[in-house]
């Protein structure tokens, strides 16, 4: 059981270059959200999903696309990057459990650093 | 001002030593509360749940005050294993829109 899984773990893009981040898990959870860390700030929800196909935005949507296509995946997308969008990437996974509370599960995070 | 608000910290305390962190959130509609722990360069890590009765686990207790949408965390008893950057998250609107604080950090020295 590995939980949550990123890949890759650390990036160097370029100005204007694009590329997909990668989230897995494997406890057949139905939400999944992605959120950046950044110096001094909490995590910022990027996107979020409640179900295979479905996607929402979050608090900082502006920059990125996801896609929700299999259950255990959950894919983020930097179609422009910018030097504003260097930051720590998690990805998490959560479900309901009792009492209405969402507990979430992390991945190690993606370092993504733009030139 | 901000949704979640912690004092960063640093919280600097010696072994054996009891250490409070508070934490104030805006949203009076909120419905979940939690304290999650963050080592250093890691992914964040639930250490506990926030009920309005108050609840403990060990060495932790936190409580929760709605009425002065309050949060806190109790550490007793300090380790060195317990430094760390302590985050305060609520969540809303069934789940989904979850805030995090800056965080607050901890260090626990011998």
């Known amino acids: 059981n590995a939980g949550v899984t990123q890949t890759p773990k650390f990036r160097v893009l370029k100005t204007g270059q694009s590329m997909t981040l990668l989230c897995a898990q494997d406890?057949?959870?139905?939400?999944m959200y992605w959120y950046r860390q950044d110096p001094g700030m909490g995590l910022r929800l990027i996107h979020y999903?409640?179900?295979?196909?479905?996607?929402a935005k979050g608090e900082v949507p502006d920059g990125y696309n996801v896609s929700r296509l299999k259950k255990q995946n959950f894919l983020l997308g930097l179609e422009s990057a910018a030097p504003s969008q260097t930051s720590v990437y998690f990805c998490?996974?959560?479900?309901?459990?009792?009492?209405?509370?969402?507990?979430?599960?992390f991945g190690p995070g993606t370092r993504l650093t733009v030139t | 001002r901000k949704e979640v608000e912690q004092d960063p910290g640093p919280f600097n305390v010696p072994e054996g030593a009891t250490v409070a962190f508070n934490c104030t959130y805006s949203?009076?509609?909120?419905?979940?509360f939690f304290w999650y722990r963050q080592d250093c360069r890691k992914e964040p890590k639930l250490l506990m749940s926030?009920?309005?009765s108050g609840n403990e686990d060990g060495r932790f207790t936190a409580q929760l005050n709605r009425a002065s949408q309050y949060i806190s965390l109790l550490i007793r008893d300090s380790k060195l294993s317990d430094s760390a950057t302590y985050l305060c998250?609520?969540?809303?609107?069934?789940?989904?829109?979850?805030?995090f604080g800056a965080g607050t950090r901890l260090f626990v020295k011998a």
């Open positions: 406890m057949n959870h139905e939400y």
């Open positions: 999903s409640v179900g295979e196909g479905t996607t």
């Open positions: 998490a996974s959560s479900y309901l459990r009792g009492g209405g509370t969402y507990e979430q599960y």
């Open positions: 949203n009076s509609a909120s419905q979940s």
């Open positions: 998250v609520v969540t809303s609107s069934g789940g989904f829109k979850t805030i």
């Open positions: 926030v009920y309005s």
